[in-house]
């Protein structure tokens, strides 16, 4: 069967399951597709919904289109457990039960520890029964916050750090699909956290990004996605590429349900060293407070043209995003058009980023593997050795594992490397923000985020349109370390000003 029947098929299937289904709660008229967090405690308040309800909806959304959409590797068997838990301290009116995440049903990114009954395997299987020795620094947020940890989200197996492409293929749930265009990536390597809650298969999700994991998917699921300011949000307890790079952010369909996430996840750690430095940049009150439809009021917006407005000829989205531009200047933004980052050349084709991640990584994962209290691999080399053992599984035949190998053949990290890393960041991007007083850097998708993941820096992808065949994509604005507040204002009110996402389409 060819690759274009097999997803005729599935569309059908798709198409048969979607008009068998319900939006509605049984028994109740509230709509839970496309709801916010904000609807859902509403719903909670005037007693339209229960977290247990919304667990089983969610469940029974997974059962339907998980088997086509693969963005679910697993959900977590306590889950309606924990709704329970979480309905009866809203009904014995306990103090935060009818805010933030408090009974709202999370995905996590396979990658994140749990130390519950559900694996954590960065979508191998070299990682299958393993036991870690706590949860993720996040987990523990959102457990604290009342959230339910409703299951482990799919992703670029190894965060796409084994092999380059496809995205969104692990051995643990096979390809992950975009839910608008089923033949179109999902990109990665958080692909299943984008396909989950864009299909509506989870109230919020979380991912993690070492360059372009939350910010690709997003865009090219119609989502929101937050990638941090590095170590707004802890990584320990997350399988790590790089602790210089890596990030753990929200994937959300809107940007208030994000920035609700991210409120729950930010906060210093004391096994993430990062987290000391940047708590500082949390703000007093958090971040709601900046979901100001107003936002844009004489924010600063640099534009670079060249190489991320540099499209195809006959391409709709230079009118697209002209048309997005004058929503900007007409909301107050100042435009600052024609900008260059003067080394940009360099930071896309030499800058050794992906030499130094190949040696952070042998370094950190074999750190990582170390500290899990069971698993069948410990090193690098070892689950080389598993994926060449269980070669079938892992179909390393038709990927190989070409970056482990890599990685695997390095002998140290290389100071030098990094400190060229920095220096491209303060005498490129960091430099041109600060000359041109701007207050972010507007981009098309995330073409933006080698030069935000070298930094630390923080950026934004929020929902921007869809290309002629429906797959969609999206605007991201990126901007210094801890500008978040500035960042949610503009995403914000752009995306109050447009409101262009739309629910899924399910296309062959």
């Known amino acids: 069967m060819s690759n274009h029947s097999h997803v005729s098929t599935l569309f059908l299937l798709l198409l048969v399951l979607l008009l068998s289904g319900t939006n509605a709660v049984k028994g109740h008229a509230f709509p839970i597709k496309e709801a916010t967090v904000h609807d859902f405690h509403m719903a909670f308040k005037q007693n339209k919904l229960t977290s247990r309800q919304l667990v089983q909806f969610y469940l029974g959304e997974i059962r339907k289109l998980n088997p086509i959409l693969r963005g679910v590797i697993e959900v977590n068997p306590d889950a309606l457990l924990q709704a329970d838990k979480a309905d009866y301290e809203r009904s014995a009116k306990l103090a935060g ?83 608008y265009v089923l033949s179109a990536t999902p990109c990665g390597s958080s692909s299943g956290s984008a396909i989950s809650v864009a299909a509506n298969l989870a109230a919020v999700t979380l991912g993690t990004e070492t360059d372009g994991s939350i910010l690709c998917p997003s865009h ?23 602790p210089r790079q890596d990030s753990v952010g929200p994937i959300c369909r809107t940007v ?14 004391h096994r993430d060293e990062a987290t000391r430095t940047a708590s500082k940049y949390i703000p007093r009150g958090g971040y709601k407070q900046f979901l100001n439809a107003n936002g844009l009021k004489g924010k600063r ?17 230079p009118q697209v995003f002209e048309h997005h531009f004058h929503t900007l200047r007409q909301g107050g933004a100042i435009l600052v058009d024609n900008l260059e980052i003067a080394n940009i050349d360099v930071i896309l084709g030499s800058s050794g980023e992906v030499e ?19 698993s069948p691999v410990r090193t690098l080399s070892n689950v080389i050795a598993f994926n060449n053992k269980f070669s079938h599984l892992e179909k390393i035949k038709e990927y190989g594992q070409e970056i482990f190998l890599q990685a695997e053949a390095t002998n140290g990290i290389n100071k030098k490397t990094l400190l060229k890393l920095a220096r491209l960041s303060q005498n490129g991007f960091e430099k041109l923000m600060k000359e041109q007083k ?70 062959p």
């Open 438 to 507: 701007l207050d972010a850097l507007v981009t098309h998708g995330s073409d933006i985020s080698s030069v935000l993941a070298i930094g630390g820096f923080p950026g934004i992808s929020v929902p921007a349109g869809y290309y002629s065949k429906g797959i969609p994509f999206g605007i991201c604005f990126g901007g210094l370390k801890g500008s978040e507040p500035k960042l949610i204002e503009i995403a914000y009110s752009f995306e109050q000003a447009t409101k262009i996402r739309k629910p899924p389409s399910f296309k």
């Open 220 to 242: 090219l699921n119609s989502v929101v996605g937050i990638k941090p300011t590095l170590g707004l949000t802890s990584r320990a307890g997350v399988v790590p590429i790089s």
């Open 97 to 179: 039960s009818l805010m933030g995440l408090h009974g709202i049903p999370v995905l996590l990114k396979d990658n994140i520890a749990t130390k519950d009954k559900m694996n954590t395997t960065a979508g191998s299987f070299a990682l299958l029964k393993s036991v870690v020795p706590r949860d993720a620094g996040v987990v523990r947020r959102l457990r604290k916050a009342g959230a339910i940890i409703l299951g482990k989200a799919s992703m670029s197996e190894w965060a796409g750090f084994r092999f380059g492409f496809p995205w969104g293929w692990c051995a643990r749930t096979g390809q992950g699909r975009n839910p």
């Open 256 to 269: 208030s349900d994000a920035v609700e996430v991210l409120d729950v996840i930010v906060g210093f750690d």
């Open 301 to 317: 917006l640099g534009i670079v043209r060249n190489p991320y407005f540099m499209f195809a000829n006959g391409s709709v989205l």
């Open 356 to 374: 130094a991640l190949e040696a952070e990584f042998k370094t950190f994962l074999n750190a990582y593997l170390k500290e899990l209290v069971a």
